[in-house]
DNA sequence: TTCAACCTGACAGCAACCTGAACAGAGCGG
DNA sequence: CCGCTCTGTTCAGGTTGCTGTCAGGTTGAA
């Protein structure tokens, strides 16, 4: 999943990127509306992490613009708590949730997770049956067969996280990139098709279908 | 679809016709005003991408002069975030649509996928239906009889996409040639005759009609 | 009948894709 | 400090499937 971070104080920004980064996904961290503004433009967020009190504006200034252009990326406000007004405001105007500063980074990858699934591109099902007997529980974090479960590592499941977004539909192995690798931590081999392959080892070859030139997509549930 | 490039940023221009490119398409790339007004008059483009600021002129100019010489070709206007009143005066003009600078490329093929639906030569419906059970679905990039999905490639896509452009109307294989290779990809043997076999193979014979000296044409669903 | 246009099976080149293996770095226990 | 495991990345060689070309057959018009 790829998630953006405007956050300008500098300790917490770096601590939220490491906690999400861990949990498999691409953060990229700005510390301004400008670099904010401009990055959206260019990538595909899954999530913006949106801090509203910034050096040049207000959080709420982007995320005007953002649904005025009719972005459905996942917004999730951070604010601090003497800024009630400014948090119920922010809900209105199109945010997904707000969480107040100082939170746990549990808590805030946890609402993370949740915003991406009930907006946006999200299929908004916890719980996706594949073929042959694979469920995927995205809220729980468990892939399981037939009841019995099968570990995953971050990566690997952060490959299946993003083809079950739209699932059905096909994901191109670029999207795959920019779902794993934020700026700065781009890779240039045939990483993608390595864990495609051993995601095939784990799950079965039949479960991630290849569409040669375009991409990758799952394979669904035979009716 | 034969598409036009006008851009004279090298990177851009090359990533945005290698883009372009993979999703079947013809694509010449010009970095001048002049070259772009040269090849108009002998090509028939189905789309214009149509920077607005280049060494020897406004795009603006060619839009301008497009519209005076009654071309219905679809142009999609790129600009930078700070010519806000050019972008504004080029829809005025009879720009199609624009996409704000810098974009990302999946984006921009969608773009340019939907203006060259709902103008010119287009047909502006996104679902066809063909004979026997056959639904086209231009949007999805989709082919499926009876509810159940035709894989196609992309050249097989473009063929057919250029044929269902005016459902019903013959289309010669000179058009074909021009919708599938762009300037110094051309082909020199029966490359169309042997797609078309092709997708007969994977449609029905019945699907796709030759008029003998003239062209192809679609099969219309028996009212 | 003759000729041009068209159809289609076969095949080689090539790029995309797959996968086993090697390697570096982090973490951990002894 | 060493050895072990686990994870992620890179590389190399093999495989697959798309594409363009050709050859030989078929169709249709004059």
Redesign the pocket.
């Known amino acids: 999943m790829r998630i953006l971070i405007v956050e300008d104080e500098p300790h917490l920004g770096s601590a939220v990127q490491e906690r999400l980064r861990e949990a ?1 996904h691409a953060v990229d961290w700005f510390m301004t509306l400008a670099d904010a503004r401009a990055i959206l433009l260019t990538m595909n967020y899954d999530v913006v992490v949106l801090d509203l009190g910034l050096p040049d504006g207000s959080g709420r200034t982007l995320l005007r613009e953002l649904r005025r252009a009719r972005s459905t990326v996942a917004v999730l406000i951070t604010t601090a708590q003497d800024q009630i007004s400014d948090r119920i405001a922010g809900l209105s105007e199109g945010a997904d949730d707000y969480i107040v500063k100082p939170y746990d980074l549990d808590e805030l990858s946890a609402r993370v997770d949740a915003v991406s699934r009930r907006y946006g591109g999200g299929s908004g099902e916890n719980e996706i049956l594949l073929d042959d007997g694979l469920a995927l529980d995205l809220s729980r974090h468990r892939l399981s067969r037939d009841g019995t479960e099968i ?8 490959v299946i996280e993003a083809l079950a977004r739209r699932p059905g539909a096909v994901c191109s ?1 670029e999207r795959l990139e920019d779902a ?2 934020g700026l700065g ?1 781009e ?12 995601l ?2 784990k799950l079965g ?1 039949g479960t ?9 997509r799952l394979a669904e549930p035979r009716a």
């Open positions: 498999g570990d995953l590592t971050a990566r690997e499941w952060a192995r794993l690798y931590e890779v240039e081999s045939n990483a993608i098709e390595v864990f495609i392959s051993r095939r080892k070859s991630i279908i290849t569409v040669r030139g375009r991409g990758y």
